[in-house]
């Protein structure tokens, strides 16, 4: 059986751990567009749509956000499985209807999530998991007809809509990826704050989230049961 063939919509404005990690994670042949540089695909014939986190929001005015935005309400229509995470999942949320606003505060470090439904992008996942979140947004509205999965006391952390998946965690992320995106926070947040975070961030934090990138493998096997289903003679006679 042919590999799968995934879009990577690249929002991280050229950080080199985004790619790292994305192709660490996923096993697929990806295709990487740079979505800040307006770079992407004209078509949707993937048999996946994967969209990065970025260090931009997506209700900012730049002329980049838009068009990414509605490339991935086009994947959706089509029927290709998205998977968006961190501000990936933010586009998904709002291309699908949603709303994402502005938090009160900042999340960052590894914490508790817990899952509030059984789905099969969590199969193998803890009812409470640990993950590595960084964020100053939240989807506040889910779309109209998605599902909530997992959320804590910050706010949502998982949704699904038909065969497209938000995270608002970053289940990609390596110790080094940690360390280097909390150290970055230091003007926003504080010395004090940024430190307390740099001191949880331990091999065994890191052991505890690596559980949650099982959803990688999750997303890529039902990205190759859907394509098997589709190419099957009985789906073709539907």
């Not at 995934?6 to 295709?31: Q, Y």
């Not at 730049?62 to 994947?75: F, K, N, S, T």
């Not at 394509?227 to 006679?237: G, I, L, T």
Request: aromatic share 8%; with cysteine; net charge negative.
């Amino acid at each position: 059986m042919t590999r799968l063939r995934f879009a990577l919509l690249n929002a991280a404005h050229n950080d080199a751990n985004t790619r790292r990690n994305f192709r660490r994670e996923l096993d697929a042949d990806l295709v990487e567009f740079d979505a800040t540089a307006g770079h992407l695909p004209d078509h949707t014939d993937f048999d996946g749509v994967v969209v990065t986190g970025s260090r931009s929001s997506v209700y900012w005015d730049e002329p980049w956000i838009p068009p990414l935005v509605d490339y991935v309400a086009d994947a959706a229509a089509d029927d290709v499985p998205v998977l968006g995470v961190c501000y990936g999942h933010q586009v998904l949320a709002e291309a699908l209807g949603g709303r994402v606003a502005g938090m009160d505060e900042f999340e960052i470090g590894y914490n508790a999530v817990r899952r509030r439904a059984d789905d099969p992008l969590f199969d193998g996942i803890s009812e409470e998991f640990t993950a590595f979140t960084t964020h100053g947004d939240e989807v506040v509205e889910l779309p109209p007809s998605a599902t909530l999965i997992a959320e804590n006391d910050h706010g949502v952390h998982a949704f699904r809509d038909g065969h497209c998946w938000g995270v608002q965690f970053h289940p990609e992320y390596d110790i080094e990826t940690a360390r280097e995106v909390a150290d970055g926070k230091r003007e926003r947040l504080g010395d004090a704050r940024i430190d307390a975070v740099l001191n949880d961030i331990t091999p065994e934090a890191h052991d505890a989230a690596c559980e949650v990138k099982g959803l990688f493998d999750n997303f890529t096997e039902y990205a190759r049961r859907l394509r098997a289903d589709r190419a099957s003679p009985s789906a073709a006679d539907d």
